[in-house]
């Protein structure tokens, strides 16, 4: 009988989910699950592509579509001839959407992995006027410290050395539980009571809403990795306002100050988003900027697409081309950080988790080639001679 499938585009949240729904469907024989992406209008293309893909290789398989796309473009997605089913976002990880026999589920398979992740928050209350995720997620549902606590224990026991906290906004975990614990209350009960746990990360957070706790820790605790990506959109005021973020370009300056100030070697990241409609030449110099005073080196760039139901979407728009040359622009300017920061590695040890793909990643996110036979899942420490070997790009 053919196994499974799971078809997996976008976040990181979807990383932790499909692996859910891998041990939910594992007994569910000629199936091919796609769990879609609709954050952009190209997320939304390449979820078309992966359907269309998955039906030429598997053209007997029942296949069905989750995720983001299938909730925002549940029509077009549901009239594809390839596509058997939908199964809404909210109820993915529902066995009985999938018509698996209760008896044959897993609540989570042997991973095999050295890095997971955990998704203890989804959805979003706010609403920033680029944004479709919320339609597609909801409001924002936080898991409790026990549940976090009990699965970090079940996969630190399946042999992972590297967990990531991942959320939807991640940062606004624990506002809707009792006590509206703060995401540094969580960070350190895993901290406490999941102590074999050699490595913890956190995916993107926004900036303005760390807490002093949160802070505290990642300055101080060495099992919290120093690496921080930041939900930080645009480097201009007044589009960052036009967004409706809650952070100013200062307050993100002054964020990075106090990280770097307490850990010096923390690595930071970002999403800058290019062409925002009526973003100017001045708007968008200050988007290259910020990549320098910040300091940029992980850095992931979004051309603007406008979503459907976004008060974005009524802006005016600036020229695709334009756009396209922006993002260009960016990217490169966070490349050449990149490349300077890379250089500065060069020689410094660096304690590197060992992958099954001949590399891993150091703790500052750097990607570091390893030496043939390095046994997957164990830390060791290795100093980078040169970019091409030792270190990779």
């Not at 609709?38 to 598997?58: F, K, N």
């Not at 008896?103 to 979003?124: D, K, P, S, Y």
Request: net charge neutral.
């Amino acid at each position: 009988m053919s196994r499974p499938e799971i078809v997996t585009l976008g976040c990181r949240m979807n990383i932790a989910e499909s692996e859910r729904i891998a041990g939910i469907v594992g007994a569910a024989g000629d199936l091919v699950v796609v769990n879609s992406c609709a954050v952009t209008s190209e997320a939304v293309r390449a979820t078309r592509q992966a359907i269309r893909r998955a039906r030429r290789a598997r053209p007997e398989a029942r296949l069905l579509v989750t995720g983001c796309a299938a909730d925002i473009e549940r029509d077009a997605l549901s009239g594809m001839p390839e596509v058997n089913g939908i199964v809404p976002n909210v109820d993915k990880l529902d066995a009985r959407r999938y018509n698996v026999p209760a008896a044959t589920v897993r609540e989570r398979q042997a991973l095999g992995h050295t890095r997971a992740f955990l998704a203890v928050q989804n959805g979003c209350d706010h609403s920033c006027t680029f944004c479709v995720i919320p339609l597609g997620r909801g409001r924002s549902r936080s898991l409790t410290i026990e549940h976090v606590v009990c699965e970090a224990q079940e996969l630190v026991a399946q042999g992972v050395a590297e967990l990531v906290l991942t959320g939807v906004d991640l940062t606004s975990w624990g506002h809707d539980l009792p006590g509206a614990p703060s995401l540094g209350v969580l960070v350190d009960a895993v901290l406490e009571d999941v102590p074999d746990l050699p490595r913890l990360r956190l995916s993107s957070v926004d900036g303005v809403e760390i807490d002093e706790r949160l802070l505290a820790l990642l300055i101080e605790e060495p099992r919290l990795m120093p690496h921080i990506h930041l939900s930080l959109q645009h480097g201009h005021d007044l589009i960052l306002k036009r967004m409706k973020r809650r952070h100013s370009r200062a307050d993100a300056i002054e964020l990075v100050a106090r990280l770097k100030a307490g850990r010096p070697d923390i690595a930071i990241g970002a999403d800058l988003i290019a062409g925002f409609p009526t973003e100017s030449d001045e708007h968008h110099n200050a988007n290259l900027s910020i990549i320098r005073e910040l300091e940029i080196v992980h850095g992931h760039v979004f051309p603007y697409s406008a979503r459907p139901r976004t008060p974005a979407a009524r802006m005016p728009q600036v020229d695709r081309a334009i756009v396209k040359a922006r993002a260009a622009e960016l990217r490169a300017a966070i490349a050449n950080a990149r490349n300077s920061w890379m250089g500065e590695q060069i020689g410094v040890p660096q304690r590197v988790l060992a992958e099954r793909d001949g590399g891993g990643y150091a703790e500052n996110f750097a990607r570091v080639a390893l030496p043939h036979g390095t046994v997957p899942g164990t830390i060791v420490t290795i100093t980078p001679t040169s970019h091409a070997k030792g270190m990779l790009q």
